[in-house]
């Protein structure tokens, strides 16, 4: 890097001397508030709520995800605060159900609610956050007229979607296989010359190199290319080509079962035996999908993981096919992994599963945003004041965290739920006859700390995955060409993968089409303290996050990617020009499937014993699967629905 970054390079995550010309008024208005103010507080400073016509969260850069004022209000109720129910300024407003959480699970619990029982329902959705969509959120950039995705990135396992899931994509007019036929570049890539490439790092591997086609045009080939030492370079070419029974001995069965029980680092160190260098080699490879790194991720499901993301690479041979082959399971794949959607990747919107949660919202509350295709959702702007009228039938109240949910009466015999949030520092109270909490479920004891001992101890022990994709939005990406490398693999920098955006172009949406035109950089980091069981690693992974400040984010990407891209003539004092930096500390849910895990029976498993419904409520989200995925939230959205119709109308 040529200059030291200081606070004056970035407000709020926009550059400022570099891009300031570039700014539309948002971004401007934006800069005025100071350095780093959270959106809350952003709107707040500027007397702007969620009924205003100014509030636009996505359009705000900077820590976004679980952003400042997300959090504290839960924060303390986990740590003993209480908010007296009957001090809770009653709004007096009574709802046939109230849904707590507002992602794509808790939308679609609405959104079924009301096909079930008819247009006049009256539903409230409550969400802590600034915007709704939970995971499911959009960044803007529209200083480059660009759009990313913070969170859920694509519609995985498409065919293998429920009929009710399904159903409810096709009503809202989602056809993701237009993605593959019509919307997604496939030639993009190959005309810029754009490959997979993996990043060394000097302090690991002894010297900085971006090398890019990733076993290709041979492994041998790929490996001479690396700074990896000669034995190790060996080893990973034996790894990856030979087809050897690791296990001998064994039935495929009994193999899967003891690589269920073994780490992938201890598969590699003590059956491949290979040198430790090619161990770091594989650090971080499948990181983004499980939270952890292989130190503490099964082996069976860091094999069968790498031969699936072969579409990450490429569609060669990917990482571990050889072994999978040599110990007779290639056929395997992780459980809970989608299938039969070889091509997965590119059922992708340009904000991600946003456009979802943006449609649901469009669909649940006539007038908030334009249109009524899934092309022209892409660049509509939702009017945010127009989610929580009095004159509506269903309502989407952001800042708001649920403390208390609560039958009046006992759960058998109630008729109604009184649900208290906590919005602006100060309590409210709302009725349901029927309450869905489609929130993160380890928050669910506290919130209803009458449920069964068993039934809270179960919700409480899930460690959701903390992640962070950050976005950078360069003002050109020449060097990505000339570094010919479009996704990166960075198996010991403080990213482990760094990718331009998917080309999708759609509706009035244009992908960038040259070099000379701005891209957003996705960027995935997966903070966790190897050497501690996998649980107690995400544990720690999320306390890092809540302490870590946006500008160190900066610092890193700057630093990373001058790294990376400063041989192909990147400069990151000219090149980057805004960043959001999506911070998820409750990212993916729970697996239930770490080494040490037990081998729970199906009905026992935790997220089973967990979602059980409780006189009056219900419990959704993915987390209730047990499966951080988009048809796992709709599936729970649409059981928690059939739960609560079975009961009475208050
Ligand atoms: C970084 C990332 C990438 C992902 N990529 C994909 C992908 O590509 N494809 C895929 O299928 N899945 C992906 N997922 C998984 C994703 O979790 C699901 O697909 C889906 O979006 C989850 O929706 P949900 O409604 O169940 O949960 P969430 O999106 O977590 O929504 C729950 C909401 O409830 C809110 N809440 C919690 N407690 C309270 C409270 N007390 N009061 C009010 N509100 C509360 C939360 O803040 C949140 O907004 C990804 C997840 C992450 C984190």
Redesign the pocket.
């Given at each position: 890097m040529k200059t030291p970054m200081t606070r004056k390079d970035f407000l709020n995550g926009i550059a400022f001397a570099a891009g300031s010309t570039l700014l539309k008024p948002f971004d401007l208005f934006a800069q005025e508030s100071g350095p780093d103010p959270s959106a809350r507080e952003y709107f707040l400073s500027k007397g702007i709520t969620q009924s205003d016509p100014g509030y636009y969260p996505p359009a705000l850069t900077g820590m976004r995800g679980?952003h400042p004022g997300?959090f504290e209000t839960?924060h303390a109720l986990r740590d003993g605060k209480r908010w007296k129910t009957a001090g809770a300024s009653d709004t007096g407003e009574h709802y046939d159900l109230v849904v707590?959480?507002?992602?794509?699970?808790?939308?679609a619990a609405a959104y079924f609610y009301r096909q079930a029982h008819g247009a006049g329902v009256k539903i409230l959705v409550?969400?802590?956050?600034d915007d709704?969509?939970?995971?499911?959120k959009r960044n803007e950039f529209r200083s480059g007229g660009l759009i990313g995705y913070g969170?859920?990135?694509?519609?995985?396992g498409w065919p293998n979607w429920s009929p009710q899931a399904k159903g409810l994509l096709h009503d809202l007019g989602i056809d993701p296989e237009r993605f593959e036929k019509v919307y997604y570049d496939h030639e993009f890539r190959k005309q810029h010359g754009l490959k997979h490439a993996v990043f060394f790092d000097k302090e690991t591997f002894g010297a900085d190199a971006l090398v890019n086609d990733v076993g290709l045009p041979t492994w041998e080939q790929f490996a001479a290319r690396t700074p990896l030492a000669p034995r190790a370079r060996a080893d990973l070419v034996r790894f990856q080509t030979q087809e050897v029974d690791y296990l001998p001995g064994l039935t495929p069965e009994e193999k899967s079962k003891r690589l269920l029980k073994m780490s992938f680092q201890r598969f590699l160190q003590e059956h491949v035996k290979v040198d430790q260098q090619v161990i770091e080699f594989f650090r971080t490879f499948v990181s983004g999908g499980f939270g952890v790194q292989i130190d503490a991720i099964p082996a069976l499901l860091a094999l069968t993981s790498g031969q699936f993301l072969n579409t990450y690479w490429d569609g060669q041979q990917g990482p571990t096919g050889a072994a999978l082959t040599g110990m007779g399971l290639s056929g395997a794949a992780f459980p809970g992994a989608p299938q039969g959607q070889e091509r997965f990747v590119y059922y992708h919107f340009p904000d991600?599963?946003a456009s979802i949660a943006r449609m649901l919202v469009r669909s649940l509350i006539p007038g908030s945003a334009p249109g009524s295709t899934m092309e022209d959702i892409v660049t509509a702007n939702i009017d945010y004041s127009r989610l929580d009228q009095p004159a509506s039938n269903i309502r989407v109240r952001l800042n708001?965290?649920?403390?208390q949910v609560q039958h009046l009466g006992l759960p058998t015999h109630a008729r109604e739920v009184q649900v208290t949030?906590v919005r602006d520092g100060k309590p409210c109270a709302v009725r349901g006859a029927t309450c869905i909490l489609?929130?993160?479920n380890m928050?669910i004891p506290y919130?209803c700390p009458q449920l069964p001992q068993k039934q809270k101890e179960a919700l409480a022990l899930g460690a959701k995955?903390p992640?962070v994709?950050a976005n950078a939005q360069l003002r050109q990406w020449t060097s990505l060409q000339k570094a010919g490398a479009a996704m990166m693999y960075c198996p010991n920098s403080y990213f482990s993968e760094v990718y331009m955006d998917f080309p999708v172009s759609m509706g009035g949406y244009h992908y960038t089409r040259s070099p000379d035109q701005p891209v957003v950089l996705h960027m995935v980091r997966v903070p966790c303290q190897p050497g501690i069981p996998a649980r107690q690693q995400r544990r720690a992974g999320r306390v890092q996050l809540y302490t870590t400040p946006f500008e160190t984010f900066e610092q890193q990407i700057r630093e990373q990617l001058g790294r990376m891209l400063g041989p192909s003539g990147f400069d990151p004092d000219r090149d980057i020009e805004a960043i959001t930096v999506?911070r998820?500390p409750?990212?993916?849910?729970d697996f239930f499937r770490d080494i040490d895990d037990p081998d729970w029976p199906p009905d026992q498993r935790p997220n089973v014993v967990g979602r059980q419904p409780f006189g009056r409520i219900s419990i959704?989200?993915?987390?209730a699967a047990a499966s951080?995925?988009?048809?796992?939230?709709i599936d729970?959205a649409y059981r928690a629905v059939q739960e609560v119709s079975r009961r009475q109308p208050a």
């Open positions: 679980s997300s839960a707590v959480g507002g992602g794509i699970s808790g939308l409550l969400d802590n956050h709704f969509g939970g995971h499911a969170g859920t990135q694509e519609i995985e991600g599963n708001s965290t649920a403390v949030y489609a929130c993160y928050i919130l995955v992640l994709y999506n998820w409750h990212g993916y849910a959704a989200n993915s987390d951080a995925q988009t048809q796992a939230a729970e």
